[in-house]
């Protein structure tokens, strides 16, 4: 799988199908840039993998938390 697929799975995964927007904003990164990252036009910065995992990490907190309520 290429970088970028990987990216857009994981972005769908967190957030279904309106990921770009939500995972821009949880990034701080303007969504043409995340754009530019899913067409592959630039490359996924290294460091951006690591904030991948802290916000799926927070997004897990916020699913459990949202179980605990059911």
């Not at 957030?15 to 995972?23: P, R, S, T």
């Not at 904030?51 to 799926?56: E, G």
């Amino acid at each position: 799988m290429k970088t970028a697929e990987r990216f857009c799975e994981v972005g769908a995964l967190l957030y279904g199908d309106v990921w770009q927007a939500q995972l821009s904003r949880d990034l701080g990164i303007d969504q043409r840039r995340l754009a530019q990252w899913k067409a592959g036009v630039r490359p996924i910065p290294a460091g951006v993998w690591v904030d991948l995992k802290l916000v799926a990490t927070r997004r897990e907190g916020e699913v459990n938390a949202a179980l605990l309520l059911l």
